[in-house]
Structure formats: C-alpha cells, structure tokens
C-alpha cells in the first residue's frame, strides 16, 4: 500500500498564508495535487528522503516582519536537503539568495548588462552616516534584505539622514546591511513590473508611486489589516487610496526589448518564476532595481489580464509534476 509521502504532488513552501489565497484557487481549479509547507519552523530529518513530488519555493525576504525570522534559514536547510536527493525545485536554492539580497540581485543584474541604480553598501547602521558623506544628493536608502518597501526613505542630505537615525526613525535591516542608492527621477510617478513565469512572459503592471509610496506589494492582502479589514497606509505614502482607486494598473500592449532581457537574465540565474521592476527616468534610461521570486498578483489586475498569475504558474507545475511522474496523471487538461 502507498503512503500520503509516494504520491507525487506539488509541495509549496513558504511562511505566509495570507498570500496564498490566489494560488490556493488556482491549484484547485486546475485539479493538480499540491500540498502546503509552511517553513515557519519544524524538524528536518536528513536521512530522509523527500516525499514524492516538485517543490515550490515562495519564501519571502519580509518573512521576519510576521514574526518568521527562521524561515530565511530554514529554507536555505530544506533546500539544500532537496538538492541533495536530486529533487526538482522551482525557485530552488540559487534563488532564495537573490530573494533575501539586494546587493545579490544588483551585482547580478549589472553583471548582464543592465542599468542599476548607483549603490554603495553599509554594512552596520552606525557607519550610514559617514558613508552619505560624499554620496550624491538627494539619495534612498533600503534594506538588503527588504520585501514590502523595507527601510525605503529619501533624505536631502547627510545630516537629514543623522536626524533621522537620532530621532529613531531608521528602522534597524534584519541582516544589519543597509543600502545608500541614488533617487531615480522617473519620467512618471510609477514603476512597472513584469512577470515572467517558466520563461513565458505574462503581462506588466505599473504602480502609481505618487499614491502608492514604496511600498508597492501587489497582493490584497498587503493592502487589508487582517485584524481590521481597513485599508493601510504604505510606508512613504501621502494619500490613502479610496476604496475602489487603483494604485496598480495593466500595462495593455507593452511589448519592449526588455521583457527578453529579463527572460535572459532568468534563465541564467536559474530563477522560473518572477517579477522583475524597473523605472523609466525622466532622462530615458530603463533603471532595473528589483527581482521578486515570490511574486504576488493583484485581483482586479488579473480580472483584466490577458492570462492569469497564478493560472501559469499552476499550468507550469503541473506540467513539470507530470514530466518528473510521467505513470502519474496529474489532472485532466493539465
């Protein structure tokens, strides 16, 4: 008799049930065997083989602002345990280093030729404001390990910076390294993000900066208090957008040389699924400055799109669960 662990599904591991509701959805609809994995905290046994299946990694860089501070390295532990035993992974072990660094995603970015914004790296709050010093005016600063707009601000000088980190209002990166990036002036107030899913672009959205700040997490559920049901306030903005205002909208007809770029730089990284932002300046440079690998996707977006998200990524799964268990029928029409 077969147990539950020899029957091949999709294993999805991540931390935040609140961002799973679409692919939840979509896996269902779709008729193809998933499981949750929540990597919160647990055992890992490594003489063990996997159970049967692929693995979908979705962990998050903000995961340590739910209170998941283990879940960076515990995925790092179970990912490795994967690739030992041969198992498939989407996202896989390569990937969760892009996703918790932004120093990692910018040196590979500017390693295949595209256009970062200038950076200079703390590492130690205590240095920030030495290293502002000579670095030009006005400038950002963020976390590396980010998610969610994480530390983002603008400051006018060094000494605004001072002040700011006097007064409190620097708020410590979890892995202690912080970012001195210049301000990127955008030809408009938004930034567009492409998805990208097993080497098949998806569609772009744009984000309205102007109301939405930085803090630009598509998911409706970075926009709802969970206790409340009321509407927040992203860090850095200045107008709580109304009930039924879009902060984010469908790029119709985008269709750029860049799109193959960051398919490229995908596949060379080894990422499958993403979504990539860049900002177009008010000079005419295309300024790339973030890879998501757990990319959310926004309800009324998807209303409208072309294709779905989550559809893609679960017709993808699907398609790599059936390739790997070949004797296994994953679902009908998968």
Known sequence: MSSLSDIPVVHVLHENPDWFG????AFEAAGVPYREWLLVDGVLDLDEAPPAGIFWSRISASAHTRGHNLSKDYTRSVLNWLDAYGARTVNGRRTIELEVSKVDQLTRLRAQGFDVPRTRVVVGTHLLVEAAQDFP???ITKHNQGGKGLGVQKFNSAAEL???IDAGLYEEPEDGISLLQEFVVAARPEVTRVEI?????IYAITADTARGGYQLCPADACA???TTGALLLPPGATILPEAGQQIFALREGF???IIDRYRAFLRAEGIEVAGIEFIETADGRIVTY???TNTNYNALIEADAPKSGPGAIVAYLAGLLAEAYPA???AAGA
């Open 22 to 25: 679409p692919f939840q959805a």
């Open 137 to 139: 005016t006005p400038f």
């Open 162 to 164: 001072a002040a700011a």
């Open 197 to 201: 899913v097993g080497d098949e672009f």
């Open 224 to 226: 709802i208090d969970p």
């Open 255 to 257: 269709d750029h040389p």
């Open 290 to 292: 973030d890879v998501n």
């Open 328 to 330: 296994v029928p994953v």
